[in-house]
């Protein structure tokens, strides 16, 4: 069932599973809470995952450092629809923490699926044209 298939309530709760489940697998270090979403056919699945990725780094400056690492592994899997996923994750922290978030960016320019490095292109877009506080 796509996201918008479901109704209001249903989408938040997905919503907030999808951040709780983010949130777990950055403090286990373990990507299996998060495959799925990252994963999902849906778009607008992945992009609850992405924002989720963001939030979290804007919300828990404790754990920036472990969710950078662990986007960096994420970005290691064979799927497209993950990598392309961490690379939007990577421009929701490059809103306001762009070189925190350049490095995988770069990366994904050189990705072998155009999906992904379209992704960067995306990604940018989002970083500026919100404010953000630049050095």
Known sequence: ???????NEDRQKLKDEIAAAVLRSVAQNTPDNVIPYFSDEDTYIRKAAYQAAGKLYE??????????????SLYSDERKNVRQTVIYAAGEIA??????AAGLLEKGLTD?????????????????????CRP
């Open 1 to 7: 069932m796509g996201f918008y298939d479901l109704n």
């Open 59 to 72: 919300s828990k400056s404790e754990m920036r450092e472990a969710l950078l690492a662990w986007l960096s």
């Open 95 to 100: 809103v306001k923490h762009f070189t925190d």
């Open 112 to 132: 072998p699926h155009h999906s992904v490095r379209n992704a960067v292109t995306g990604g940018l877009k989002n970083a500026g044209s919100k404010k953000s």
